[in-house]
């Protein structure tokens, strides 16, 4: 598979709450299920090459949420995190009914598979996030305020359609060039953007004739961001699975979070990658499956 290819050409689809039918792809592998919860703006595409590490020991899942990737979503649903965790489920009833199933998660996945478990207890065995969006509204009034409307602001501005694929990697190498440099390069910013991969090619499509869009609209991704306030922070008191939570060094309000839910429910345990930022399962997805691994106990 080359890098501008998506991971599943074919996905599989299920129905979700709302009209939504979910798209979910499987990325093989032999052992219990492991499902990937991806971050707000990327796609399941973007665990391939975690997942390429994780194979000879789980069958690798990951679920394309409401409004990203290839998942169909209609235009009034809304981007309520309830969704995801509903679309969560659907993919769990599809592949293993009510079997507990292992979960791994970056940062609103990570929120979404607390969620739900809090609307089907008992549906996640044991679960693993990068930064997972804990919010906790009085600690962040403290950090940072305007968290995470100026994540939305962000995304309401960001451009929807380019003239090719590599313009997209021109476009956000550019941008994110100095904010990531010290952990993941010019080449690493590549694969990152490149394996959100959330773009269509269809040259009739209306928005980009002849170039690619985004197949998670800037106004969805805004929305996402808006509903970042979740209650997932508050649903940790009544998890009954042990949660690994992963820390990075850059010092953002995720970070803080990772820290604070460590600090405040005794079901998370705190790992620090003081090298990683935000993306760090993009970064250095070889070093986060070996963490994977040896949370769920079956490393060599």
């Given amino acids: ?72 979503t209609p235009a009034e649903t809304t981007m309520a995190w309830t969704g995801m965790a509903n679309d969560l489920l659907s993919v769990v009833d599809a592949l293993v009914g009510d079997e507990p199933v292992f979960v791994a998660g970056h940062s609103m996945g990570g929120a979404a598979l607390v969620l739900a478990d809090r609307l089907r207890p008992g549906t ?38 380019f003239e090719s694929r590599e313009a997209v990697y021109e476009r956000y190498a550019a941008k994110h060039a100095a904010e990531h440099a010290r952990s993941s390069g010019i080449a690493g910013l590549r694969r990152l953007r490149l394996r959100r991969d959330l773009t269509s090619d269809d040259p009739d499509h209306a928005e980009c004739p002849g170039g690619v869009t985004l197949r998670c609209t800037p106004a969805r991704e805004a929305e996402t961001f808006a509903n970042a306030r979740s209650g997932a922070f508050e649903a940790l008191a009544d998890i009954e699975f042990d949660y690994r939570v ?55």
């Fill in 1 to 72: 598979m080359t890098a501008n290819e998506s991971p599943a050409a074919s996905p599989h689809y299920v129905d979700s709450t709302d009209g939504v039918r979910v798209a979910y792809h499987d990325f093989g592998g032999s052992g219990p299920l492991l499902l990937l919860s991806h971050a707000t703006g990327f796609c399941a595409g973007v665990w391939q090459p975690m997942a390429e590490n994780l194979t000879d020991h789980f069958r690798c899942v990951g679920i394309d949420y409401r409004g990203h990737g290839y998942t169909i």
């Fill in 124 to 161: 996640v065995a044991k679960a693993w996030g990068f930064e997972p969006i804990l919010y906790d509204a009085a600690m962040m009034a403290t950090v940072n305020p305007e968290d995470p409307s100026r994540m939305t602001q962000a995304a309401q501005r960001r451009r929807a359609s």
């Fill in 246 to 300: 992963l820390m990075s060094g850059d010092g953002m309000p995720p970070a803080l979070m990772a820290e604070h839910a460590a600090e405040s429910w005794e079901r998370i345990q705190l790992a620090r990658y003081p090298e990683l930022t935000h993306f760090g399962p993009l970064e250095q997805p070889e070093l986060m499956a070996t963490d994977v691994l040896e949370w769920f106990s079956v490393a060599d």
